[in-house]
């Protein structure tokens, strides 16, 4: 998250998975992609749905859906592209989301202890709280919980 | 002049191009370079050929087969990817690698323009499958590495395997029926 946003205030995507809304810094985001064909393909990394083809660019897609509603969403409208700051470097990143995005701007609450560490704070808005997704802590949770289901015996 | 930029023109696609072989395992298309390949064999023309392998270390592999002094282990192709276990009717047999791939189908042959890398996302066994990814005919198509179908470890423990095989086969063949 940018200083700007850590300070209180900040700019952000809203974005729609299954029937909850998240919020996403907006400096993150590169754009909203239609809902363009997954590519599949045998891999192990379980958190990662597929990839999608972007403006020449083979871009992966995380199904983020079960950790952060509990549940998987077969409805998705759209994909949501960001930057995913990785060890290895920076990577555009997509999201499958279930409706359209748009921006928003509130005050930012920190945390509470009892939430997953993948929230950053809360957007207060208007029609209530919104969790702001660390996309990184978000991947990393993701995979790490794929992991365990794998090995589980 | 015409012909400087054909010649240009050439050398440019053959700088990016690659001509690669899609074959199908397991209901999955994916692409090796055709320069990988040493020959492709049907599964009855090499089933004379190949000794089968009572080794529970590497499951992918049940066979192995002699080609001109070289001994070939034999990797199932949908075993080695994780898919659902069909019926392969044809054998690639690697260039550089003593590896023969079962795989049920061969597609086509093409010319691709580029292979993309992986993406960083992916963090499993696949690294080591595949040199990236290519964009052909609207589809990304996984484009095989050809030394990630067995691990050194893994042709270790296989050429132990292979010379008990060896070792039993002319003994097999000396009891009297």
Known sequence: MSAAAMSG??????????????????????ELAPPVRLHEFPHESKFVAGVIVRRGRIVPVYDVAPLLTGRSSTVHRFYLVAWLALATGPEASAIPVTGECELASGEVLPRHADDPNYFAGKLLLEDGPVDIVNFESLVAAGSAKAFAQEVRP | ???????????????????????????????????????????DSLADAAVEMAQADVPKVRHLVERRGRT???????A???????RPTLVLI???????????????MVEIGAVH??????????????????YLDDCVIPVIHPAGFLTAEEFARLDVAARSAEAEQPLEGAVER
């Open chain 1, 9 to 30: 205030r900040g700019a952000f995507v809203l974005l729609r998975v299954g029937d909850s809304r998240f919020a996403l810094p907006s400096e993150n985001v590169v």
């Open chain 2, 1 to 43: 002049m015409k012909i400087a930029s054909q010649d240009k023109a050439k050398a440019r696609r053959g700088r990016h191009s690659e001509q690669v072989i899609l074959f199908s395992a397991g209901a999955r298309t994916f692409a090796i370079a055709a320069d990988a390949v040493q020959e492709i064999r049907s599964t």
């Open chain 2, 72 to 78: 070939y282990f034999v990797v199932n192709a949908g």
């Open chain 2, 80 to 86: 080695h990817f994780g898919l659902r276990v069909t």
């Open chain 2, 94 to 108: 690697l260039r550089q690698i003593r590896v023969a791939v079962l795989v049920d189908n061969i597609e086509r």
């Open chain 2, 117 to 134: 890398s992986l993406p960083k996302a992916f963090e499993g066994a696949e690294k080591s499958w595949y040199r990236g990814l290519a």
